[in-house]
């Protein structure tokens, strides 16, 4: 796990990552993770992707789990690109895809 510290998306303050937070105490706003990306990039390159599983868990390095035995998965990730050629047209673009996140197990649509 390459988690440095969890931080206030609206405050900036900043959390030890190890320990339980829900929202931020300062404002009551939500915390986002942070990474050392530099250690994660060491293991999670574009060859390495190749021989993973077709899963959001072939994204370990920036995942906040610490040992492989806490990890639960529903069958998320891996969803389509579709192509939209019409919508792509009417805006001027030549190549236009969208994600089709409908199929994730949460069958939710967030913005």
């Given at each position: 796990?390459?988690?440095t510290h969890l931080e206030c998306?609206?405050?900036g303050r900043t959390y030890e990552a190890r320990r339980l937070h829900n929202l931020c105490a300062e404002c009551g706003k939500p915390l986002l993770v942070r990474y050392d990306l530099g250690t994660a990039a060491r293991t999670l390159t574009r060859e390495s992707l190749k021989g993973r599983r077709a899963d959001l868990w072939r994204y370990a390095e920036v995942l906040p789990v610490e040992r492989e035995e806490n990890i639960v998965s529903?069958?998320?990730?891996w969803t389509p690109l579709l192509?939209?050629?019409?919508?792509?047209?009417?805006?001027g673009l030549r190549h236009l895809y969208i994600k089709d996140e409908s199929q994730n197990p949460t069958q939710s649509f967030k913005l």
């Open positions: 796990m390459n988690v998306a609206a405050c529903l069958g998320e990730g192509t939209a050629g019409r919508l792509g047209a009417s805006l």
